[in-house]
């Protein structure tokens, strides 16, 4: 065999394989060097090259041209059945009858299912057994799924559900913080930790402040609705594609459902139109009704949720009031802080533990508290559960403190950047109030420091001033605000990951791991990882869809830790086919292992080199096994809830935003003028990955603070259920000065090739937008910090100037 | 009687002769020719997940159009070519604003990609020089949740900067000959007399067909009634659309008045109207989307009789009258006496609207203000019109109108009658005006604003309009929309 064989075989197979495409997708992008890239080292010396670069998106191409398919674009098997649901119309009460007799004449209809129609167990809850797939005695909230409609096409099914006529005793229901505090209810216990003796700090401190704010929730408006196809296969087996960020709980909990071993189940999803947390437990019930629909009918069925209903049946991020009260020094340094999270759970358990307690984790912030009760509060409403959503809690625990800086600020007339400061941790005020310690203050501190001289945060702040001093109805405002945020799920099992790697005889490598793919470009760092492993180029590495069947008992693709988690455990399964083929090698051509490197797509060894094809066939016909797992699990952290106290986080990521605004104190409305952002994210596998996350994480966080308003009205009915309610932002809402760059430093732990996780903490930048609103609303009314509630809406703006409106 | 629709696709003529009248173009694409690449994000016109480009001939030249296909009619696409994502690509090479869009990394989930690509390749092909408030105005009706657009903007800005040669130019020729080929005067008319899709070509034929069918739904741009498919899930077996109805879409104007006939797309009326007032002109800019104002037309925003509509008060300040036909009957009344109540306009059944005539602003001074929660792509929680005849110093007559602020779009006759005879530095008058206002409206609370909000806005858009024509500057007190800078055509 020539040399050179191995090679051409890798470039045409390992291409899309849509031909059409192909021209288009070998032009070297602009920004990315393509192939012909000069290698940087590795913090150990290496070479590398093809991690730390700018790749684009594996499937960039795909999306340009239509051609991604998404669940509800797989070719539907012949004699798929659709499914709509029926939604309860009342939020609180019991069901006593359910006429469905209409619904089962309509035009198309197959089947009607209940949870009469349940084979196992009727709960589709990830821990706490309270989420029914459909209401049985009880309702819950109002748009509660309570029965299932399959018809020959979609729109039948939707017509057909609407016919049904229900029967339930209505009851009031809790909707508000304020209902559920009355009532008492709560979803799971509530939990406390701190140190020291608060009540104490707090009267002897010289300066005491306290204040209450009201932090809005946020819907995820992934652009891909809900959406999950069930085809069953034989013996009861069946397969589920599902735009789910965690697999393996769809086909466990279709396994509960159906009442059948998870064996039998397999769940599989090659990628999602958007996820941000709204699809880890709550993609869960559709593809379970549509498993249901499919096991009833012995027909493959498609749910996918209309938009509107997809706002109104999942949950969206935890609103919160937060409770405080703080004591500080005349530098505005906290000597003690009290803090209870009222947080509106809705009506289920689903993952209010964790998020909460990522809402108190994050209390802090940046900020060293010497006294701290840090309190929390799982209320029971009865609106839809509120669910994961990028931060996971953090972002609330993250703002209440925001805002008591500038309160401090306020009070003492300083500059709310020198009071920050003051807090920050420091050598010596390092440890948490969870008692982990902060082991590297000075990463935070350099790149603050930074970010305040870059963006002329001073000679800005003098210039603001200025401006209103003879601004009469427009007004500016302007903020620096850090981000530590913590990196590992705080229930302490999920932070492991598989991997399985393939490795074929014409050298192209099949790469499957746990993760799942939603926009944020985990499967081409990961496929970077594999390729630099091998040597090889990208284009060689499949990436194929996420499958319980290749990779079993995974965690969800959250808590940003889908690179951390997944491209170590596949680097490790690559790196044992690696291993396997260095050893063939040195015993095949008599070289030490020292001699062997994996370069552009060849193994060079001695003076010698072979195409990695050949290779690959030579140790194939030699018997090596040419497929391996990875297996991975964070080190070093631990967490005793009951204690309140351990080291819940591998690690910390950093950040910091600038932002500048304007406000029209006649209506309330703002334009966001400037915004600069430094973001820590190690060294980056992929830089213009992590500059996406980043800004596409600060915008979403800016929508959550402005105009993303969800309103529910007295009998819980979501009115805000569709984007022309509902305003996410939009092009024009992006300041034209938007400056991101990379804070440049290595993770000072031992991940891969030292990244950081950079999925969520950059949406908590955004708190630099709300605070410089608050900032100009202060300047509009001259008499200090003004109460004002997130999302600052223009009304809210506009009260807040004014007092009440 | 031509009882078919027909339509170029992929460069041949896609023939359509059965299909519910309610059938949208996106289920068309995606369920019957099973092109998947469209996607549907929302179902309502919001999200731009669903942005096709049409292509009409428009006096003998292409024009190109970014329309959502989820909330138009399949038969609305009669006599145009359907540009979908699939077709960009040409001879194994991306379409510019697709290359742009990969190098530039501006898709992450790639779900609202193939929608924000159409909207670029529309704005591609109208010409448009690179300019930030022609990119982000071409995405206003793009949501896009995962990259925070920025990279979608540099995209939009390279591919327009760098105006490659594509196959699209070459071909243009090619389909408008097409396009011509297809066009003719006849009425279509596809179904039975229970349930149809007409589209007359007259308006004599409208106007009989009106009258044989009154029970029928009159569509424009189904900008409107789309959703009451997708949403409330109307049946509508009788539709007729107004869009092929020759000189309905005319617009006239002479040396006081302009006329925008029913089907004067929005997007049009935003060109005209912008040339008679910046406000006019930015008003419309944030209007809908790009894609709304493609469908969308003047008749429908009038005739629906919302009390958010953005036109309405903009119309009644400029003292606009409409026309109305029925049979061979024909009317016309003071824009504001049309709209009853809430949802009740004085229109009989088989009437429809044939035109609006306004009267030019020029030697008034007009304001108009549109507040919402965002700028862009948002209903109004009030809009304020303010048309002022100043002489000397001195207001002769005052024409405001607000929507948002009563159940029907209103003439705010109290604060009209504060401020006729007052002078333009009298701040007492104006503070009159502001508290004539409360006789004027008792606003709702609802999830857009409370009435405590509108009230105090409705007052505040009162003081800005009158501070601004007194000093003859917006600078201080205008976020965006500054008068001086004017709008290229759309
Ligand atoms: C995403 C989105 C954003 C929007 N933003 C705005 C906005 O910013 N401001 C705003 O004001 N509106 C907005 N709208 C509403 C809508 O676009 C307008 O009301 C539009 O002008 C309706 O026109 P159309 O031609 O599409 O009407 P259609 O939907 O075709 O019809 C609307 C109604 O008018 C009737 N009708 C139409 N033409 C006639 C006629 N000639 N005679 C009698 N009756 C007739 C129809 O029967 C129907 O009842 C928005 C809509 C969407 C989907
Ligand atoms: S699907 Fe959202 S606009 Fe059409
Ligand atoms: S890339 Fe995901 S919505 Fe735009």
Redesign the interface.
């Known amino acids: 065999m020539r040399q050179s064989e191995g090679t051409e075989n890798l470039t045409s197979r390992g291409a899309t394989p849509r ?6 997708s070998s ?1 070297p ?4 060097g393509g192939a012909a890239v000069a290698p940087v080292a590795g913090d150990d010396g290496t070479t590398l090259r093809y991690v730390h670069r ?1 790749l ?2 594996d ?12 669940i ?2 797989i ?1 539907e098997p012949e004699g798929t059945l659709h499914v709509a649901l029926g939604l309860s119309p009342v939020a609180r009460g019991r069901l006593r009858g359910l006429d469905l007799a209409a619904v089962r004449a309509a035009p198309g209809v197959v089947a009607v299912l209940t949870a009469a129609d349940v084979p196992g167990r009727n709960d589709i809850s990830p821990a706490n057994g309270d989420e029914p797939v459909f209401a049985e005695q009880e309702v819950l909230f109002h748009g509660q799924p309570v029965f299932a409609v399959v018809a020959t096409t979609r ?1 039948a099914a ?2 057909a559900a ?1 016919l049904a006529t229900f029967d339930i005793e209505e009851e009031p229901p809790s909707i508000t913080v304020e209902d559920a505090l009355a009532r008492g209810e709560t979803v799971l216990p509530d939990y406390t930790f701190g140190r020291g003796d608060v009540e104490a700090a707090l009267s002897a401190a010289p300066h005491r402040l306290e204040g209450v704010l009201r932090i809005g929730g946020q819907e ?6 809900q959406a999950a196809l069930a085809v069953p296969g034989e013996e009861g087996d069946i397969l589920v594609h599902s735009s789910t960020q965690h697999p393996s709980e769809v086909q466990h909990i279709v396994a509960r459902v159906l009442g059948i071993p998870d064996a039998f189940v397999t769940c599989e999803v090659r ?6 947390g709204g699809k880890e437990t709550q993609a869960t019930q559709w593809a379970v009704i549509a498993a249901l629909a499919a096991r009833a009918t012995g027909r493959p069925c498609k749910l996918r949720l ?3 209903d997809d706002m109104v049946v999942t949950g969206k991020r935890h609103d919160m009031r937060a409770d405080w009260r703080v004591g500080f020094d005349g530098d505005g340094r906290i000597l003690g802080y009290d803090i209870v999270f009222n947080a509106r759970c809705g009506c289920s358990a689903d993952l209010s533990q964790g998020v909460v307690d990522r809402t108190m984790f994050h209390a802090d912030n940046a900020y060293f508290l010497p006294a701290a009760r840090i309190a929390s509060r799982r209320l029971k409403t009865n609106t839809v559960s509120n669910t994961a959503f990028r931060g996971f809690g953090g972002p609330q625990g993250m703002l209440a403190v925001e805002r008591v800086m500038d309160e401090i600020a306020a009070r003492l007339g300083r500059d709310p950047l020198d009071v920050r400061k003051a807090n920050f941790y420091a050598p010596g005020r390092d440890e948490t109030p969870y008692g982990q310690t902060v082991e590297d203050t000075d990463v935070l501190a350099a790149l603050v420091a930074q970010l305040e001289a870059d963006c002329d945060y001073r000679a800005r702040r003098r210039a603001v001033t200025a401006f209103n001093a003879r ?4 007004k500016k405002g302007l903020a620096l605000t850090p981000v530590k945020f913590g990196i590992s799920f705080t229930l302490t099992h999920l932070n492991q990951a598989g991997a399985l790697v393939h490795v074929y005889q014409d050298g192209s490598i099949h790469l499957n791991h746990g993760g799942t793919e ?4 985990l499967f081409i760092k990961v496929a970077q990882v594999v390729a630099e492993e091998f040597g090889v180029g990208i284009e060689c590495v499949r990436i194929t869809a996420t499958t319980t069947a290749k990779v079993p008992n995974t965690s969800p693709t959250a808590a940003s830790s889908g690179s951390d988690l997944n491209g170590m455990a596949a680097r490790i399964a690559a790196a044992t086919i690696r291993q396997r083929l260095v050893e063939f090698l040195c015993e095949t051509y008599d070289v030490a292992e020292g001699e062997v490197t994996f370069r552009d797509d060849r193994v060079f060894f001695g003076n010698e080199s072979l195409a990695f094809a050949d290779l690959v066939k030579k140790a194939y016909q030699a018997r090596i096994p040419l497929s391996a797992t990875g297996f991975y699990r964070t080190p070093a952290i631990h967490w005793d809830r009951a204690a309140g106290r351990g080291r819940p986080f591998f690690y910390f990521a950093y950040g910091a935003a600038c932002a500048e605004v ?3 104190t ?6 966001l003028d400037r915004v600069d952002i430094l973001h820590d994210a190690g060294r980056s596998l992929n830089p ?2 992590d ?2 996350q980043i ?6 966080g800016m929508g959550w603070l402005t ?1 993303e ?1 969800l ?1 529910f009205d007295a009998k819980g009915r979501l ?2 259920h ?4 509902y ?8 300041p ?1 000065d ?1 400056r ?1 760059r990379l804070f440049t430093s290595a993770n000072r732990q031992p991940t891969i090739y030292r990244s950081k996780a950079v999925g969520e903490p950059p949406l908590m930048l955004a708190n630099a937008v709300f605070c410089a609103i608050a900032d100009a609303v202060r300047a509009a009314r001259g008499d200090g910090l003004a109460p004002l509630d997130a999302p600052a ?3 809210a703006v ?2 807040a100037i ?1 007092g ?2 | 009687m031509r009882r078919t629709i027909r339509f170029l696709r992929k460069g041949e003529t896609v023939e359509v002769e059965q299909f519910a009248p309610r059938t949208t173009l996106l289920d068309w694409l995606r369920l019957s020719e099973r092109s998947t690449g469209t996607k549907e994000g929302c179902g309502e016109g919001d999200c731009g997940a669903c942005t096709v480009v049409l292509r009409r001939l428009v006096d003998g030249r292409l024009v190109p159009a970014p329309v959502n296909a989820c909330i138009l009619l399949l038969g609305q696409v009669d006599g145009s070519e359907v540009l979908t994502v699939e077709d960009l690509a040409a001879e194994g090479r991306l379409h510019p604003v697709q290359q742009a869009m990969v190098e530039h990394h501006g898709s992450q989930c790639g779900f609202c990609t193939p929608g924000i690509v159409m909207s670029l390749f529309a704005l591609y092909e109208a010409g448009m020089a690179p300019d930030r408030q022609e990119v982000t105005d071409a995405l206003a009706g793009n949501l896009c949740r995962c990259t925070g657009y920025r990279p979608i903007v540099d995209a939009a800005f390279d591919a327009l900067a760098r105006r490659e040669e594509d196959p699209f130019v070459a071909r243009r020729q090619q389909v408008a000959g097409k396009l011509a080929a297809l066009a003719d005067e006849a009425d279509v008319f596809v179904g039975s007399d229970q349930s149809f899709f007409a589209a007359p070509a007259s308006i004599e034929a409208l106007a009989q067909l009106c009258l044989a069918h009154p029970d029928a739904t009159l569509v424009a741009g189904a900008t409107d009634v789309g959703l009451w498919i997708t949403k409330a899930l109307a049946e509508l077996p009788k539709v007729i659309w107004l869009g092929r109805v020759a000189g309905l879409d005319a617009v006239a104007e002479d040396g006081e008045t302009v006329t925008l006939g029913a089907t004067v797309p929005l997007s049009r009326a935003r060109d005209v109207l912008a040339g008679l007032d910046p406000d006019l002109g930015e008003l419309m800019r944030r209007f809908g989307s790009r894609q709304v104002r493609a469908s969308g037309t003047v008749g429908g925003n009038v005739a629906n009789g919302s009390p958010i509509g953005d036109l309405a008060p903009a119309l009644i300040a400029l003292g606009a009258t409409l026309h109305l036909r029925r049979g061979a009957e024909r009317r016309s009344l003071p824009l504001e006496d049309f709209f009853l109540d809430y949802r009740k306009q004085d229109r009989r059944p088989g009437e429809f609207v044939t035109a609006v005539t306004l009267r030019k602003p020029a030697g008034r001074h007009f304001r108009a203000f549109k507040v919402s929660k965002r700028f862009d792509e948002d209903i109004s929680a009030v809009m304020g019109a303010f048309c002022l005849d100043i002489a000397d110093g001195t207001v002769r007559e005052a024409r405001i109108a607000y929507g948002g602020m009563a159940g029907i779009p209103k003439r705010a006759r109290a604060a009209e009658a504060a401020l006729a005879g007052a002078t333009l530095a009298d701040g007492a008058a104006m503070e009159r005006a502001v508290t004539a206002l409360a006789g004027d409206f008792s606003p709702l609370s609802d999830h857009r604003a409370s009435a405590g909000y509108r009230r105090r806005v409705a007052g505040n858009l009162l003081r800005k309009a009158l501070t601004e024509i007194a000093t003859g500057d917006d600078a201080a007190t205008r976020l965006i929309g500054h008068r001086e800078i004017r709008h290229a055509a759309e």
Do not use: N, W
Request: aromatic share 6%; glycine share 12%; charged share 25%.
């Open positions: 031909p059409s495409m192909r021209d288009a032009r992008p602009a920004t990315t700018p684009p998106h499937s960039g191409v795909r999306h340009v041209s239509g051609t991604a398919l998404y509800d674009d070719r729109d939707r017509r609407r995820h408006f992934y652009l891909e609705g990628r999602m139109g958007g996820g941000f209309d938009r509107d601004s009469r109805v427009l939603m926009g944020q470009g304007t406000i029209d006649l209506t309330g409305e703002y334009r213009a990955i500059i996406g800004e596409g994480g600060f915008v979403q105009t308003e309103v009115a805000t569709a984007p022309s309610t305003k996410i932002p939009v092009a024009s809402d992006v034209q938007f991101v809406t223009p009304e506009l009260r004014v009440a409106l």
